[in-house]
């Protein structure tokens, strides 16, 4: 059996400082990680846990210009300044051009109550969780080495781009249509992770008659500094962020238990006998000479399994 590693911190937000260590060095290091950065893949952490990402330095900008404005609820830019020792204004009452960086911000953050720590990183944390959030559903949030698994593989096209004159190494590209199975949330599985779990909610849908369980997420925090509750929303099939106000006015209603179990049971066996089939471009082979001709935009990379051989390329998906 290979190990497994479960980082345990306490309820001290500071210490998401060194999980965030472990996070970035997970995402550069990829001999830790089989040779790719799939940390969000094997359920470790989630994209908003590097701290020293380019999506939490633009957060803690915008955390800064929040402090500065006053609308933060957790703390003054006096008294933030005089916790920390950490000068974030000028004479004239303006926010510095270079403020401290991320680092910084965060070791000064360990010498506060933990009670400041845990409000700070709650609204900070916030900021970031809404850019993945927004990342997500835009399609590029850089989650590294995606594998996708597939019942059968057909190839639909093989046209090879460019033969490398010294080595003959290829740089080809595929159309694939793959023959794909959904990941389906058994019952059983549901109630082993959410069975005993406070503040859960079963729900079903009174338009899609579609059943969903309402559990606990992190909150975001918006561009004004408004911490938005956030609840997600477990299906048979997949999984939903969605605000306690979108909620509160969707088709989404409580159900007894007992419906929503048979429900969800029958649900769970349509998704499980349903096979989807889905036609991608794949660029495989030699990749770095072609690297900045590949589309900008919805690029991704992917590893494809079909259970008996295994192909990771850089993909897009075809229009």
Same mark, same amino acid.
Not at 119 to 147: K, N, P, S, W
Not at 194 to 207: F, H, K, Q, S, V
Not at 209 to 215: M, R
Not at 255 to 279: K, L, R, Y
């Given at each position: ?41 094997? &359920?470790?952490?989630?994209? +908003? ?20 404005? +006053? ?13 920390? +020792? ?20 965060? &070791? ?30 835009? +399609? ?180």
């Amino acid at each position: 059996m290979p190990p497994v590693f479960r980082p345990v911190v306490t309820d001290c937000k500071g210490e998401r400082r060194a999980i965030s260590t472990v996070a970035r060095r997970l995402d550069t290091l990829g001999a830790l990680t089989r040779g790719q950065r799939q940390t969000g893949g094997q &359920n470790l952490f989630r994209p +908003g846990d590097n701290l020293e990402s380019d999506m939490a330095k633009e957060a803690l900008g915008q955390w800064y210009r929040l402090l500065h404005h +006053g609308k933060l609820a957790s703390v003054t830019m006096e008294a933030f300044q005089a916790m920390t +020792g950490l000068k974030l204004i000028d004479e004239h009452g303006h926010l510095l051009e270079r403020l401290p960086p991320i680092q910084r911000w965060l &070791n000064r953050l360990l010498a506060l109550r933990i009670a400041v720590q845990n409000a700070i990183f709650e609204e900070y944390m916030g900021l970031i969780q809404a850019r993945a959030d927004a990342a997500r559903e835009a +399609g590029t949030l850089d989650v590294g080495v995606e594998t996708i698994r597939a019942e059968k593989i057909v190839t639909l096209a093989d046209q090879c781009l460019r033969r490398d004159p010294r080595t003959g190494a290829e740089t080809r590209l595929l159309h694939l249509e793959l023959h794909l199975k959904p990941r389906v949330t058994g019952w059983d599985r549901l109630m082993r992770i959410w069975g005993r779990g406070e503040d859960i909610a079963m729900l079903r849908n009174t338009r899609s008659h579609k059943v969903a369980l309402s559990v606990p997420s992190w909150s975001i925090t918006d561009e004004e500094g408004q911490v938005i509750p956030m609840r997600e929303l477990i299906r048979p099939i997949g999984t939903r962020r969605i605000t306690l106000e979108q909620l509160a006015q969707s088709h989404w209603q409580a159900v007894d238990p007992d419906p929503f179990q048979q429900t969800w049971i029958e649900q769970a066996a349509e998704a499980d006998a349903v096979s989807e089939i889905e036609t991608i471009h794949v660029a495989t082979g030699l990749l770095l000479p072609v690297w900045h001709k590949l589309p900008q935009e919805d690029v991704r990379v992917w590893r494809i399994d079909d259970g008996a051989d295994t192909c990771a390329a850089t993909t897009t998906m075809a229009g």
